[in-house]
C-alpha cells in the first residue's frame, strides 16, 4: 500500500524546520517598540525593524504606510496603556491621576517623550486621551476658550517634566558610577562656587541636586490644579 503524502499546513513550518509567523501589523508595532526601546527613536528606521523580523523592508510597506503612521502607531500604543481615571471622582483627581499615567508610561519607553513631540495628534487613541481630558474640563465648567489652554498646559507639563528625568537618569547611567554618584558630584560643584556671587545656589545646592522626583512632580501638578481652580470666578464664555 502506498504511504500518503502528508502536506504541511500552510505558514506553519518553513522548509528548514523553523517555526514561520505570518507579517501583520501587530508584530510589526511590537518590533517597533522593541526595537525603540532599545536603541532609541533616532536610530528606529523601517529597514531596522525589517531586519529584525528578517524580513525584506518592502514588506513591511504593506502593513504599514510609511514611518509616520507608524510613529501614530506607537504614539497609540503607549496611551493604550493608560487607563482613565473613574468619572465619579473630582475633576482635579482625574486630572491627578492621568497626570501620573502618563509620566509614568513616557518614563516606561525611551525617547517616548520626543515620540509625542514629533507631531499633533491624529491616532485613534491618543485624539481619545485629548477627548476625554477636554470633557474632565468642560464638565467642570471651564469656557470653551479656557479648555484647550488648560489641557496643553498640564500635557507640556508632564511632557517637561518627564523629559528632564529621563535625561538625567540617561546621564547618569552614561557618565556616572550611579545617579547618586552624579548627585554628589554636582552638589560638590554648586558649594564651590564663590559665595558673594551665588550664595543662594550654594544654600540649596542639597534640594538642587538631590531631587526627590515624585514630591516635585506630585507638587508642581498642585500648584497647577490649584491655579485651575483658583481661576473658576472667570469660566465666562
Known amino acids: 500500500m502506498a504511504r500518503r503524502r502528508i502536506v504541511p499546513f500552510p505558514n506553519s513550518i ?7 509567523i505570518p507579517l501583520d501589523r501587530r508584530r510589526i508595532l511590537d518590533t517597533a517598540m522593541q526595537v525603540l526601546d532599545e536603541i532609541g527613536l533616532k536610530e528606529l528606521s523601517m529597514r531596522r525593524i525589517a531586519d529584525q523580523l528578517q ?3 518592502a514588506s513591511l510597506y504593506y502593513h504599514v504606510k510609511d514611518k509616520e503612521e507608524l ?7 503607549i ?4 487607563a482613565w481615571p473613574s468619572t465619579s471622582l473630582s475633576w482635579q483627581e482625574q ?9 509614568k508610561v513616557l518614563l516606561s519607553h525611551r525617547d517616548a517623550v520626543e515620540l509625542f513631540n514629533l507631531a499633533i495628534p491624529s491616532g485613534y487613541e491618543r485624539l481619545t486621551q485629548v477627548e476625554k481630558l477636554y470633557q474632565v474640563f468642560v464638565t467642570a465648567g471651564f469656557s470653551d476658550l479656557q479648555v484647550p489652554w488648560m489641557a496643553s498646559m498640564l500635557k507640556n507639563y508632564v511632557l517637561g517634566f518627564a523629559a528632564e528625568e529621563a535625561r538625567l537618569q540617561a546621564t547618569a547611567k552614561n557618565q556616572y558610577a550611579s545617579y547618586e554618584d552624579m548627585e554628589e558630584k554636582a552638589d560638590q560643584f554648586f558649594r564651590q562656587l564663590p559665595e558673594e556671587q551665588f550664595p543662594n545656589m550654594i544654600r540649596l545646592a542639597a534640594y538642587t541636586t538631590k531631587t526627590n522626583w515624585d514630591h516635585e512632580f506630585h507638587f508642581g501638578l498642585r500648584v497647577l490644579i490649584d491655579g485651575f481652580s483658583a481661576n473658576a470666578s472667570t469660566r465666562a464664555r
Not at 14 to 20: A, F, I
Not at 71 to 77: F, S
Not at 95 to 103: D, G, P, T, V
Request: aromatic share 14%; proline share 0%.
Open 14 to 20: 518553513t522548509e528548514e524546520g523553523t517555526s514561520y
Open 79 to 82: 496611551c493604550r496603556e493608560m
Open 95 to 103: 486630572i491627578y491621576q492621568w497626570a501620573e499615567q502618563f509620566r
Open 55 to 57: 524580513v525584506k523592508t
Open 71 to 77: 510613529m501614530q502607531l506607537l504614539l497609540d500604543a
